[in-house]
């Protein structure tokens, strides 16, 4: 059986005499942002570590009862996460945010389609807004909706024709293997029976090897032949 993550809340004194509160996960989880193994999250909340009068103290006392609170929820989403129950927190978290973290990773028209995205969206959604309806309704509103840099475009216009031009490459390069398929399977057969003339044949150290030897100048006819009055 599966042991849950407890989440426990601890104090740290620090040298200015302070202190700060941190959430202790055992066993350690894996931050679901990150994908990083996680033992201690640090809340940035800090007390008085020896308050002077009751304003310092009721201050620590509201602070630990939100760090109190912000334990708890932490507890529920390893257990929702854990266990397969719907997490409504990260529900409300904010996936554009998370989406365009996603697009700097990935090429130019990731981009693209995030800022088309935010457009279709009015710049708010989160990640229980994303469902297959939305989905679905992102998808037709790219077959209509306009290019970026050249608005008498239409974005599928775009996709289509980059979608031709790849098959079109992919079409000529399967051709080129049918034409050639001989001579691949002969240059996969030599390359691995004879390694040290195959790599010769690639640096052009072959040439040296088998250079034709130079042949002498002709000799001279020392009688000229007669048939019929022609020299032969």
Same mark, same amino acid.
């Given at each position: 059986?599966?042991?849950?993550?407890?989440?426990?809340?601890? /104090?740290?004194?620090?040298?200015?005499?302070?202190?700060?509160?941190?959430?202790?996960?055992?066993?350690?989880?894996?931050?679901?942002?990150?994908?990083?193994?996680?033992?201690?999250?640090?809340?940035?909340?800090?007390?008085?570590?020896?308050?002077?009068?009751?304003?310092?103290?009721?201050?620590?006392?509201?602070?630990?009862?939100?760090?109190?609170?912000?334990?708890?929820?932490?507890?529920? &989403?390893?257990?929702?996460? &854990?266990?397969?129950?719907?997490?409504?927190?990260? &529900?409300?978290?904010?996936?554009?945010?998370?989406?365009?973290?996603?697009?700097?990773?990935?090429?130019?028209?990731?981009?693209?389609?995030?800022?088309?995205?935010?457009?279709?969206?009015?710049?708010?959604?989160?990640?229980?807004?994303?469902?297959?309806?939305?989905?679905?309704?992102?998808?037709?509103?790219?077959?209509?909706?306009? &290019?970026?840099?050249?608005?008498?475009?239409?974005?599928?216009?775009?996709?289509?024709?980059?979608?031709?031009?790849?098959?079109?490459?992919?079409?000529?390069?399967?051709?080129?293997?049918?034409?050639?398929?001989?001579?691949?399977?002969?240059?996969?057969?030599?390359?691995?029976?004879?390694?040290?003339?195959?790599?010769?044949?690639?640096?052009?150290?072959?040439? /040296?090897?088998?250079?034709?030897?130079?042949?002498?100048?002709?000799?001279?006819?020392?009688?000229?032949?007669?048939?019929?009055?022609?020299?032969?």
């Amino acid at each position: 059986m599966d042991i849950c993550t407890k989440v426990t809340l601890r /104090q740290r004194l620090l040298p200015s005499g302070k202190i700060t509160l941190y959430l202790d996960y055992y066993p350690v989880i894996r931050n679901p942002k990150t994908n990083r193994s996680q033992r201690h999250e640090y809340m940035g909340i800090y007390l008085y570590g020896n308050p002077t009068n009751q304003v310092q103290r009721n201050f620590n006392k509201t602070m630990l009862e939100k760090a109190e609170l912000i334990r708890c929820r932490r507890q529920e &989403q390893v257990i929702n996460r &854990q266990f397969g129950f719907i997490d409504h927190t990260q &529900q409300r978290e904010d996936f554009l945010a998370y989406f365009e973290g996603v697009c700097k990773k990935r090429y130019e028209k990731w981009k693209i389609v995030f800022i088309h995205f935010c457009k279709f969206t009015g710049g708010k959604c989160t990640f229980g807004d994303v469902t297959v309806d939305l989905c679905t309704r992102f998808r037709e509103y790219l077959l209509t909706a306009k &290019q970026l840099k050249h608005t008498e475009k239409t974005v599928s216009r775009s996709a289509s024709d980059t979608r031709r031009d790849y098959e079109n490459r992919i079409g000529k390069l399967d051709r080129w293997y049918e034409d050639n398929a001989e001579a691949i399977v002969f240059g996969e057969f030599y390359r691995e029976n004879f390694p040290k003339q195959y790599r010769d044949w690639q640096t052009g150290g072959w040439q /040296q090897d088998i250079a034709l030897p130079r042949l002498p100048p002709p000799r001279p006819l020392q009688t000229p032949l007669f048939s019929g009055g022609i020299i032969l």
